[in-house]
């Protein structure tokens, strides 16, 4: 089984910054992406960002790209979502998620495995 700890999350006034990790445990698997989602209230899950082990190419959602920067040092080593300008928009829970093979990387169905989420809110 394969465990995925999201960290990071917190409160924080708009225009700052959090930094989220996800760390991954349990049977050595080897995924092919990994992603960030989030869920506000009342709302259906959604993409924010992910990484594509093969190439290294990285894809955000509209609504964050030039803000979020989702990066990962070596394959022993967390993922990271670097969140600056945050906007009260950004209140959410964000998942951290790993996939074992992937073709159309926004996709959360296409994820196998998830974490429980660490809260962002974001004050104005």
């Known amino acids: 089984q394969v465990q995925l700890v999201e960290s990071g999350g917190g409160l924080v006034q708009a225009g700052g910054s959090l930094r989220l990790s996800c760390a991954a445990s349990?049977?050595?698997?080897?995924?092919?992406?990994m992603g960030w989602f989030r869920q506000a209230p009342g709302k259906e899950r959604e993409f924010v960002a992910a990484?594509?082990?093969?190439?290294?190419?990285?894809y955000y959602a509209r609504s964050v790209k030039g803000r979020f920067t989702i990066s990962r040092d070596n394959a022993k080593t967390p993922v990271y979502l670097q969140m600056n300008s945050l906007k009260p928009e950004d209140t959410a829970v964000y998942y951290c998620a790993a996939a074992d093979t992937i073709r159309y990387i926004e996709n959360l169905r296409e994820y196998d495995y998830w974490g429980q989420g660490t809260q962002v809110t974001v004050s104005s």
């Open positions: 349990g049977r050595t698997f080897s995924s092919s992406a």
């Open positions: 990484i594509r082990w093969s190439d290294g190419s990285t």
